[in-house]
T-cell receptor, first 113, second 115 residues
Framework: DAGITQSPRHKVTETGTPVTLRCHQTENHRYMYWYRQDPGHGLRLIHY???????DKGEVSDGYSVSRSKTEDFLLTLESATSSQTSVYFC????????????FGPGTRLTVT | AQSVTQLDSHVSVSEGTPVLLRCNYSSSYSPSLFWYVQHPNKGLQLLLKYTSAATLVKGINGFEAEFKKSETSFHLTKPSAHMSDAAEYFC?????????????FGSGTKLNVKP
């Protein structure tokens, strides 16, 4: 298994509070991604990073921000959580531009009440 | 534009019988195609991938898939289902516009295996 960890694994928070999810990799892969998984939607890309301090938006980026200050860490922040952000969040990594596989972390289940 | 359609949201088979999970794709570019499996409360694991080499691709655990460009399909098959195959399966198309390897996921097919 690729060395990807996510923390926390489960979190319950209240509407309006800030939340930060962490993805940590030990593979030294350049590319990192945040997805959310909702029933009937598969996985949808929130943000991705193509290097330290280099990030860009995915298809469902509204309400989320990211930061990558080190190769191994990619943080996803919900500035003010809403109930629509209740979801399972997956981090993924890929090695290089032409390496087609993405490797996924175990996921974080976030509930916003 | 890129998209993936998994034609069945649920498939139920008996142990020992064949499995067929259907996937159709649309891509403006020469696609790479993948199948991932997700067991309950787990992350996604790569089953197999097609990246413009052989059109019949073999993966782990006895699964295989055939890329058919004329039908824009990439169906996943296994000759004999095992109880441990019960999981959710995702078909993914990867397009490479602007040199970024972006994944597009299907909505998933849940496979139930009956004893």
């Amino acid at each position: 298994d690729a060395g990807i960890t996510q923390s926390p694994r489960h979190k319950v928070t209240e509407t309006g509070t800030p939340v930060t999810l962490r993805c940590h990799q030990t593979e030294n892969h350049r590319y990192m991604y945040w997805y959310r998984q909702d029933p009937g939607h598969g996985l949808r890309l929130i943000h991705y990073s193509y290097g330290v301090k280099d990030t860009d938006k995915g298809e469902v980026s509204d309400g989320y921000s990211v930061s990558r200050s080190k190769t191994e860490d990619f943080l996803l922040t919900l500035e003010s959580a809403t109930s629509s952000q209740t979801s399972v969040y997956f981090c993924a990594i890929s090695e290089q531009l032409n390496s087609y596989e993405q490797y996924f972390g175990p996921g974080t289940r976030l509930t916003v009440t | 534009a890129q998209s993936v359609t998994q034609l069945d949201s649920h498939v139920s088979v008996s142990e020992g019988t064949p499995v067929l999970l259907r996937c159709n794709y649309s891509s403006s570019y020469s696609p790479s195609l993948f199948w991932y499996v997700q067991h309950p409360n787990k992350g996604l694991q790569l089953l197999l991938k097609y990246t413009s080499a052989a059109t019949l691709v073999k993966g782990i655990n006895g699964f295989e898939a055939e890329f058919k460009k004329s039908e824009t399909s990439f169906h996943l098959t296994k000759p004999s289902a095992h109880m441990s195959d019960a999981a959710e399966y995702f078909c993914v198309v990867s397009a490479n516009p602007n040199n970024f390897n972006k994944f597009y996921f299907g909505s998933g097919t849940k496979l139930n295996v009956k004893p």
